[in-house]
């Protein structure tokens, strides 16, 4: 999945000469996610979480990057039936339309003209050497030119908003690099109008792995539907996913990625739902087994997935999701819209309209 958020976080403040008042200024981060699925539990606690404290001291964009989805072939009435699923997730998830922006990518015509003019300036070899390139069309004939070209859609996504500071995941922490060496060329061939930013791992939540192969990331893309908790399973297949889990045969709870990847991802999923650390966990089933910590995990996890799919099913067929998206489009717009005005006029695009004598 193709997964990114650009976060302006670093805290700025100016003092007032006369009163010495401080005043706080805002900051944005930008965050999209491809509409390919439903999302997992991974994705809920690495990311969407975060968002909703993010979302309180920051200007935050939430995006639904659907033009990214189609560098692969994608079912129309599912893609749309996705889009949409997405943006309800965002806001069940906490996103507030009031504090936050959420629109889709392809209401914004701003994002594919900065990508047509961001790949202009973008090479060949750069875009082969994209790992996800790579894992993605070895092997295959007839592989999309959009696949090889979509990293400059991305950095457009970014780089419309003045982002600052980007915290990725480690498979979109090459794009972020290139993102941030097409920002510089433009800014050294052209004029200085883009920010870099900055790329950031978050330490934090930012890596749920699959419960039947720990050693590889959750994804919403895993051939075997054991492996990924999906934020809208019910709570009979939450708690079989759970107890059928890959752990090991030593019985003991304790957290040791290495030695014991299973055990140890178990520990981090109900601690981030729970807000108890490993320590505590370690401590509360030294002597109990498998059994009774798999059956509380799974508890665990019902207990923050429930309320938020009340709030789903609220929200999918309703006219209150169209009207957020409407406005989000709009509001989006004008912001994108302003950075690509700068960037048409840096690179000689169109006309300079000459102002009607008096």
């Known amino acids: 999945m193709s997964f990114f958020c650009a976060q302006f976080m670093l805290a700025t403040s100016l003092i007032n000469a006369a009163d010495y008042e401080e005043v706080i200024i805002l900051k944005t981060i930008f965050s999209g996610i491809q509409p390919?699925?439903?999302?997992?539990?991974?994705?809920?606690?690495?990311a969407m979480k975060q968002f909703v404290d993010l979302q309180e001291e920051n200007h935050c964009y939430f995006c639904i990057v659907d033009e990214h989805a189609i560098t692969v072939p994608q079912d129309r009435l599912k893609l749309r039936e996705n889009i949409r699923s997405l943006a309800a997730l965002y806001l069940?998830?906490?996103?507030?339309?009031?504090?936050?922006?959420l629109f889709i990518q392809s209401e914004v015509a701003a994002h594919t003209q900065l990508g047509w003019m961001l790949q202009s300036i973008s090479y060949i070899g750069e875009l082969e050497r994209m790992t996800q390139f790579k894992d993605k069309s070895a092997g295959k004939d007839a592989v999309s030119s959009s696949l090889l070209t979509y990293p400059p859609l991305m950095a457009a996504d970014i780089l419309l908003y003045k982002t600052d500071l980007v915290p990725v995941g480690d498979d979109q922490k090459q794009h972020l690099e290139l993102t941030r060496n097409l920002a510089q060329r433009?800014?050294?061939?052209?004029?200085?109008?883009?920010?870099?930013?900055?790329?950031?791992?978050?330490?934090?939540?930012?890596?749920?792995?699959?419960?039947?192969?720990?050693?590889?990331?959750?994804?919403?893309?895993?051939?075997?539907?054991?492996?990924?908790?999906?934020m809208l399973d019910d709570e009979k297949k939450i708690e079989k996913k759970i107890k059928s889990a890959v752990t090991d045969s030593e019985g003991i709870v304790k957290f040791d990625k290495e030695n014991k990847p299973g055990v140890s991802n178990l520990l981090a999923i109900y601690a981030s739902c729970t807000g108890s650390s490993i320590a505590e966990l370690e401590s509360k089933y030294r002597d109990k087994g498998y059994g009774q910590f798999k059956q509380d995990t799974a508890e665990a996890v019902i207990s923050v997935l429930k309320p938020l799919q009340a709030r789903y099913y609220e929200l999918i067929d309703s006219q209150e999701l169209d009207d957020i998206l409407d406005n989000g489009a709009d509001k989006a717009e004008q912001a994108a819209n302003k950075m690509l005005a700068k960037a048409k006029k840096a690179m000689g695009l169109g006309r300079v309209k000459k102002k009607p004598k008096k």
């Open 36 to 46: 390919s699925g439903t999302l997992t539990l991974g994705n809920y606690l690495g």
């Open 92 to 101: 069940a998830s906490g996103i507030d339309p009031e504090k936050s922006t």
């Open 186 to 230: 433009f800014n050294n061939k052209f004029n200085d109008i883009f920010t870099v930013p900055e790329v950031s791992i978050p330490k934090t939540g930012a890596r749920i792995m699959s419960l039947q192969d720990p050693t590889k990331k959750m994804s919403k893309s895993d051939s075997n539907q054991k492996a990924s908790i999906f």
